[in-house]
T-cell receptor, first 111, second 114 residues
């Protein structure tokens, strides 16, 4: 069974304190790994797609990386507006176009 | 661009009542999905539709039915609501035939069953 596990469940950082969020996966035939940001009361908003081990993508203070077993979302010098829940999801071969989500990491950045 | 639009945004039902959650997308996507989100459990797939005229069960389909009315619209029906169906429901659409693209989500429907 495909599994996606995110850690930690919650993370509190001071403004400017860099850290990483983890998404580990156990799947057969990864076709893509997706990172989303979700603000309270809103739907998930797309951030990145990673397709193969070694790939990296950046957007402002965020950088996503991928290995054969996990993905990291690195947050450099975060600001309070980066506070949100970050979700990762995988698309697996033969899954009929479904995305399987992890339970998310709730990030709080304190001023 | 409207993207994915869900109605209603909030709903309170009594146990045993029925209702339909509506979803429409204007991106010409073939695939549409219904997820529910509960605290600590992430997003779980209820039903999906890979194309107009087809629907399939996801991870948690019990107690729900869906209709893919046309390419734009995908509705979720609760025939006899139960307190366990209290959740936030998200509709999403995707165009996976165009390589491995992301899903776009609506703003959600917060449903409480009392």
């Amino acid at each position: 069974e495909d599994q996606v596990t995110q850690s930690p469940e919650a993370l509190r950082l001071q403004e400017g304190e860099s850290s990483s969020l983890n998404c580990s996966y156990t799947v057969s035939g990864l076709r893509g790994l997706f990172w989303y940001r979700q603000d309270p009361g809103k739907g998930p908003e797309f951030l990145f797609t990673l397709y193969s081990a070694g790939e990296e993508k950046e957007k402002e203070r965020l950088k996503a990386t991928l290995t054969k077993k996990e993905s990291f979302l690195h947050i450099t010098a975060p600001k309070p507006e980066d506070s949100a829940t970050y979700l990762c999801a995988v698309h697996v071969s033969g899954s009929a176009r479904q995305l399987t989500f992890g339970s998310g990491t709730q990030l709080t950045v304190l001023p | 661009n409207a993207g994915v639009t869900q109605t209603p945004k909030f709903q309170v039902l009594k146990t045993g009542q029925s209702m339909t959650l509506q979803c429409a997308q204007d991106m010409n996507h073939n695939s549409m999905y219904w997820y529910r989100q509960d605290p600590g459990m992430g997003l779980r797939l209820i039903y999906y539709s890979a194309s107009e005229g087809t629907t399939d069960k996801g991870e948690v389909p019990n107690g729900y039915n869906v209709s893919r009315l046309n390419k734009r619209e995908f509705s979720l029906r609760l025939e006899s609501a139960a307190p366990s169906q209290t959740s936030v429901y998200f509709c999403a659409s995707r165009a996976p035939e165009l390589t491995n693209t992301e899903a776009f989500f609506g703003q959600g429907t917060r449903l409480t069953v009392v």
